[in-house]
């Protein structure tokens, strides 16, 4: 099982970036997508959440409106693209999987890409 997030990168205010997490080693549609981020000295928090069929999402209040997390199921790749940054949307990004399949449970983790906001 894998996931590899790309995209990351250093961008000011205002700006945009999208990113990606390539899923392998499970059978990805089953599998509601979350993203979730984590500034420095803060705890993890999510940021948006997509259902195994991509019908629907839901999002932080902080990035309601300039975030759009979104899937192709036939590239077991989950995207979120950002709009709008602001220096607070700095951290590490991370993609996770996450299902109940026949009574287990499945937790899947990225190993994260960095997103800095700054002037």
């Known amino acids: 099982v894998q996931l590899v997030e790309s995209g990351g990168g250093f961008l000011q205010p205002g700006g945009s970036l999208r990113l990606s997490c390539a899923a392998s080693?499970?059978?990805?549609?089953?599998?509601?997508m979350r993203w979730y981020r984590q500034a420095p000295g803060k705890e993890r928090e999510l940021v948006a959440f997509?259902?195994?069929?991509?019908?629907?999402?839901n999002y932080a209040d902080s990035v309601k409106g300039r975030f759009t997390i979104s899937r192709d199921n036939a590239k077991n790749t989950v995207y979120l693209q950002m709009n709008s940054l602001k220096p607070e949307d700095t951290a590490v990004y991370y993609c996770?999987?996450?299902?109940?399949?026949?009574?287990?449970?499945?937790?899947?983790w990225g190993q994260g890409t960095q997103v800095t906001v700054s002037s």
């Open positions: 080693g499970f059978t990805f549609s089953w599998y509601a």
């Open positions: 997509i259902t195994g069929g991509g019908g629907s999402t």
């Open positions: 996770n999987a996450r299902a109940v399949i026949a009574g287990t449970g499945y937790d899947y």
